[in-house]
């Protein structure tokens, strides 16, 4: 009978063991799980923050460039020098890095009392053909040749108003994409995380490198294509 009762011992350790790893399996499959959930309800908190404050970001420019050209057309200036002078202290004074009138023909007359033809670029087309606002990040940082920022574009057309014979029907205004990253280092996952804005084909619209300049675009679906994951995930 001892052989039996080694036999029927070895087999209740067996089975004790099976149990008792499986248990395990099942509770760490569990708690990975419920780590997963945390993480992603995180995240999903995170990216509500975000949301939100870019778009608060985004109505706010815009309603200060509304106010901008509403001051600029209500101080009736009688000249072009005049005119380009008022924008000029709205371009020292508010949050706009640069600041351009556009008139009907698509001339943009900058506070740094430049004029260029604006029809070059596609957003100043799309002014001229009556597109009301328009909201987009721009690489060619055209108007300051040291810069090694991309720069968010807000157009919007405004009431028409004539200097010296110059029918003006819009206003541009640009602002660096670092005034929007400065404000989304969020402190998450032992500080290893952080946010970033994309659009819909993965192109960053604000990065978290400060280092990714004009023509530096990238692209979190290639990165992710490209990219060791640990455990193979």
């Known amino acids: 009978m001892k052989p039996f009762k080694k036999l029927y011992f070895v087999l209740i350790l067996l089975v004790t063991a099976l149990a008792i790893g499986g248990s395990l399996f099942i509770y760490a499959r569990q708690v990975n799980q419920v780590i997963s959930d945390i993480t992603i309800t995180n995240m999903q908190e995170m990216a509500g923050h975000d949301k939100g404050f870019v778009e608060n970001t985004l109505d706010k420019s815009v309603s200060n460039l509304t106010d901008l050209g509403a001051r600029v057309r209500l101080a009736h200036p009688s000249s072009i020098s005049e005119l380009q002078t008022q924008l000029n202290r709205e371009q020292r004074a508010g949050n706009f890095a640069h600041l351009f009138l556009v008139d009907d023909q698509g001339l943009m007359y900058s506070g740094t009392f430049l004029i ?78 952080s946010s970033m804005v994309i659009d819909t084909k993965g192109y960053y619209v604000v990065n978290r490198s400060p280092y990714n300049g004009i023509g530096q675009h990238d692209n979190l679906w290639k990165n992710l294509q490209e990219a060791s994951f640990k455990d193979g995930y």
């Open 116 to 193: 260029q033809d604006g029809t070059k670029y596609p957003y100043v087309e799309q002014l001229l053909q009556g597109v009301p606002k328009n909201i987009l990040r721009y690489d060619d940082y055209y108007s300051r040749v040291d810069a090694q920022e991309e720069t968010l574009v807000y157009v919007l057309t405004m009431p028409p108003f004539t200097v010296e014979g110059k029918t003006f029907i819009g206003l541009v205004g640009q602002s660096d994409v670092r005034d929007v990253r400065q404000h989304m280092n969020l402190s998450s996952f032992d500080g290893q995380g």
